[in-house]
Nanobody, 116 residues
Framework: QVRLVESGGGLVQAGGSLRLSCAAS????????MGWYRQAPGDQRDMVAT??????STNYADSVKGRFTISRDNANVYLQMNSLKPEDTAVYYC???????????WGKGTLVTVSS
């Protein structure tokens, strides 16, 4: 079992920055991939960025490349968001993937609102 708790969301003007944090607890050694997903009202939940816990290799959605940076240290994962746009407004969820059990865990989400 893994528990994920996000923090750092809020209201920011377009062009501004925010840093999201996700703290993982529990069986963190079983985590293979950690990532951030987001869901705007009426939309599906989409991948924003992921990072391998073993190699730290990263993957980004095209819409955030060059603006967002994912990083990690041990049981925490971060998302530095720069040059924010109104279309980045969404609830951001932390995710962990576990290959040994084929399970995903999710945090409860943190709201990011970008005003124009």
């Amino acid at each position: 079992q893994v528990r994920l708790v996000e923090s750092g969301g809020g209201l920011v003007q377009a062009g501004g920055s925010l840093r999201l944090s996700c703290a993982a607890s529990g069986n963190i050694n079983s985590i293979n991939i950690m990532g951030w997903y987001r869901q705007a009202p009426g939309d599906q939940r989409d991948m924003v960025a992921t990072i391998s816990r073993r190699t730290s290799s990263t993957n980004y959605a095209d819409s955030v490349k060059g603006r967002f940076t994912i990083s990690r240290d041990n049981a925490n994962v971060y998302l530095q968001m720069n040059s924010l746009k109104p279309e980045d407004t969404a609830v951001y969820y932390c995710n962990s993937k576990h290959y040994s059990t084929l399970r995903d865990y999710w945090g409860k989400g943190t709201l990011v609102t970008v005003s124009s």
